[in-house]
């Protein structure tokens, strides 16, 4: 496996960069309530980080992506950061407050991209000089 940016087409890059930001927003406030604060990893949030190894594995290895799978993971990626930013919505007297943090915020998008990425991702062959046919 090898880290091979420039060959990646766009899919591969936005692949790429969007697990970079779901695991920078782990160190980031997944909740925010002002005096309370806890960051992605005491929420527990590297479990999402699951629905990524599928699709970053397959582009690690160069290898086609089954694009099926691929979204389901993605989009199981970004209902779940949405439903756990919902079960962080409570009542203060008499309004409703959201108490998700940036990284959560963070989260939600960088799986967004993952999903895009997904849909856009392609293997890039590339040829070698070296070999006879």
């Known amino acids: 496996m090898n880290i091979k940016f420039k060959e990646w087409n ?3 890059k936005l692949i790429f960069i969007s697990t ?3 695991i920078l927003s782990l160190f980031m406030s997944w909740v925010d309530a002002g005096i309370v604060r ?3 990893f005491q929420q527990q949030g590297y479990l999402f980080l699951v629905l ?3 699709p970053v594995y397959k ?3 160069g290898t086609k992506l089954n694009k099926v799978l691929g979204l389901i993971c993605s989009i199981l990626a970004v209902i779940g950061s949405i439903a756990f930013l919902s079960s962080k919505s409570v009542d ?3 309004t409703t407050v959201n108490a998700g943090g940036v990284g959560l915020y963070l989260f939600i998008i960088a799986s967004i991209m993952l999903t895009v990425g ?3 991702y392609k293997v890039v062959q590339v040829e070698n000089p070296d070999m006879e046919i």
């Open 10 to 12: 766009f899919g591969g």
């Open 38 to 40: 806890a960051s992605g």
């Open 52 to 54: 990524y190894i599928y």
């Open 92 to 94: 203060l007297m008499g």
């Open 59 to 61: 582009l690690l290895k």
């Open 20 to 22: 970079l930001l779901a």
């Open 118 to 120: 997904i849909i856009q």
